[in-house]
């Protein structure tokens, strides 16, 4: 993918204002970028004590350890859950979710699947509702994973994936914010592209909404106009170059993919899905891009100008980092992979 393709359709006066509100970015970036250079997050596994565990609701509430990914999983699909302060969207996701992968696992007995949801130091009923699900459901296919303080998105997500039982070269693992209904496109496309490469155990499919950019752009303002086309030439210029919508929240990762990625990843808030992509070209991974019919849940946490601020920094600064060599993509390699 070349500029061209990224900005189709952007006028010359868009392009003009975009760049231009790019210019404090890159300025306050710079004057505190040598501090930030020497920034580490907190390590990959490290957490609290009590995030270690997860409750039974059916039995009052027993504590068990969660599985942890060095060891070999018996899991087809795990989806992971970032949640914060979602106790009125979260049913609307589980409820189509499970009845999803409720009708797969009945057209196939074999199949198997779990939903790992992760509370990210809500301070509303997100727990509560979600632990409904567990007791209705079972541990075996939905647990709870709650923070004591808030990571962001991606630390919930980081954070999350190693407390699965993945299949070492099964189907794969998702990160949703919204429903699954677009799944088995994402599916089609994992096997494709794994038949493609003969087998490749390094696959990780990203849902795109690109195709829909131009009805978005008609019903957006100028300003979320402008700021989504800064972001994405930041993206483009300074990232990750050949995917198109590196932020929809539904990515299919094998496992040892997942593996390799996460356990590299620093950026713990909006611009995470930009450094794992990252990662996964430098480390050659395969990538491929699937368009899905997006369906987003009423009440996103992100604030439109605030928050495309806060990414376009990020993705100044996890170029600068990587440039400097104050991260390095080092993997944890586990006993399993």
Partial sequence: MDVISVFHGLSLTTLFYALLLLIPVI???????????????????????????YKDPNKNNATYPFPFMEEEGSIDLSVIVPSYNEEERLPIMLNE???????????????????????????????KVALEYVKRYGVRK??????????????AVRMGFPLTGLKSQNLGKVFSHSKLSQTC????????????????????????????????????????????????FLVWFLCVRGIRDTQCGFKLFTRPAALLTFTALHVERWAFDVELLYIAQRLKIALAEVAINWTEIDGSKMIPFWSWLQMGKDLILISLRYVVGAWRIEPVKLKSQ
């Fill in 97 to 127: 979710t499970l009845e999803y992968l409720e009708n797969e696992e009945k057209n196939k007995p074999s199949f198997t699947y779990e939903i790992l949801v992760v509370d990210d130091g809500s301070k509303d009923a997100t727990s």
């Fill in 185 to 232: 496109r994402l599916f089609q496309a994992f096997q494709k592209c794994r038949k493609n490469l003969c087998g490749n155990k390094f696959v990780i499919v990203c849902g795109s909404r690109a195709h829909l950019q131009d009805e978005a752009v008609a019903k957006r303002s100028f300003l979320r106009n402008i700021l989504m086309y800064g972001f994405h």
């Fill in 27 to 53: 300025l306050v970036t710079i004057l505190i970028g040598v501090r930030l250079t020497t920034w580490n997050p907190v390590p990959m596994f490290s957490r609290f004590e009590s995030e270690k565990y």
């Fill in 142 to 155: 939905i647990r709870l994973l709650t923070f004591e303080q808030n990571r962001g998105k991606g630390g």
